[in-house]
């Protein structure tokens, strides 16, 4: 891959994604079909430095998601998931499998992968097995390689550096891998016909006779599940939720006003209703970022936190296109009406494993927890 020279490090990372962002937006109607890809916004992404960025600083990069609070790492997501959540889903996935490599690689490793962000890679992470079976990792006179498939991988055919867990006899517990692929290869789109998100390239990576060397594991078995950093890292995609439901409102708050239906005060109750939505799950957000860096809740209770952000922010994903929808009418299902790709990508996006448990088990611990209410997402003690 050829080196790309992105623009100085000490840019002010928020700039570069509202330009990935504006691009994107212009882009994402083009790409909403069952083979689209943003392959140019994602190359922007690389161009200024956003591939790049979530090095820690110990390593040279930028270290985004290191300052207070996870703030700008925060509204990074937030404002590349506004432009398209197609392209949120990539980059989150992208800024997750670098937070792996410098939690769990060691110093070679982390040498090596994080110099391949800087040259334009694109890395996910994919662990969804797929149905009849697993990825293994097996070893043999030939060395190491792989058996297998992994499903619903994002970005399949276009990430060059996939975290992948494998099954290995004996193992206590899945490895974590991260494997080179070819642009272009194993990958098969053809079950992914979903209503929203057509652009992630979404599909079944084959990495059956893949070779791998000993290099490739990252950390120990077990360690893509260890708590709380499994859990915790959610609140990443909410924020690139939190965009799609921003663009969502703002689709619906431009229709009122080139309807001119703004004087209808069922139209502006609504209108409000939506408005009190999206500020909550940026506050939610926000706490959960917060509680994430400082580091000081139990694991429990962080857990519990990170699932409540998830869940108020699809409930508030929820709340606006039910809103948005009754506002807008018919109109906003008419294919070419801006309402009408947002509201499917975002309600295909907000479709998360497991909310029933998540609530239940925050709920657990929130019972279990002594104290007042308000101090439950405060450090300190159980």
């Given at each position: 891959?050829d ?35 943003p ?19 110990r ?14 790492l ?23 499998a ?49 058996r ?38 194993r ?156 509201s ?13 448990g ?25």
């Amino acid at each position: 891959m050829d080196q790309i020279t992105p623009v100085n490090l000490a840019y002010d990372a928020l700039a570069a994604a509202r330009e990935v962002a504006a691009s994107a937006r212009i882009n994402a109607d083009a790409q909403d079909r069952d083979d689209g890809f943003p392959a140019s916004d994602v190359a922007d992404l690389a161009r200024l430095g956003l591939l790049a960025a979530p090095i820690p600083v110990r390593e040279g990069g930028a270290g985004l998601g290191e300052e207070p609070g996870g703030a700008k790492l925060a509204e990074v997501l937030r404002l590349v998931g506004y432009g398209s959540l197609a392209l949120g889903r990539l980059y989150e996935g992208h800024v997750n499998a670098l937070h792996l490599v410098a939690l769990y690689g060691d110093a070679g490793q982390r040498e090596r992968l994080f110099e391949d962000a800087r040259t334009g890679h694109l890395f996910g992470v994919w662990n969804t097995e797929k149905p009849g079976g697993g990825l293994v990792l097996e070893g043999g006179p030939g060395g190491l390689h792989l058996r297998g498939a992994k499903t619903f991988a994002s970005g399949a055919g276009h990430v060059t550096r996939a975290l992948v867990t494998a099954h290995r006899a004996n193992a206590d517990g899945p490895l974590m891998l991260v494997v080179p692929l070819e642009a272009g290869t194993r990958a098969d789109l053809s079950d992914w016909r979903a209503h929203g998100m057509r652009a992630s390239a979404t599909g079944t990576v084959d990495f059956s006779d893949l070779p791998v060397t000993d290099d490739a594991i990252l950390g120990e078995p077990g360690d893509y599940h260890r708590q709380p950093v499994f859990s915790s890292g959610a609140w990443r995609f909410a924020a690139v939720q939190l965009g799609g439901i921003e663009a969502v409102f703002d689709a619906w708050r431009e229709h009122l006003t080139r309807h001119k239906r703004g004087g209808d005060p069922h139209q502006l109750a609504r209108l409000g209703e939506g408005a009190l939505a999206v500020e909550g799950a940026r506050n939610w957000i926000a706490r959960g970022a917060s509680a994430v860096a400082q580091g000081t809740l139990p694991p429990g209770r962080l857990i519990a936190c990170i699932n409540l952000v998830r869940l108020a922010v699809e409930r508030a994903g929820l709340d606006v296109l039910q809103l948005a929808q009754r506002s807008v009418g018919l109109q906003g299902f008419l294919r070419g009406h801006p309402l009408e790709r947002l509201s499917r990508d975002l309600a295909t996006y907000l479709r998360q494993p497991a909310p029933d448990g998540a609530l239940v088990g925050a709920a657990e611990e929130i019972l279990a927890a002594g104290g007042m209410a308000g101090d439950l997402w405060h450090g300190g003690g159980p």
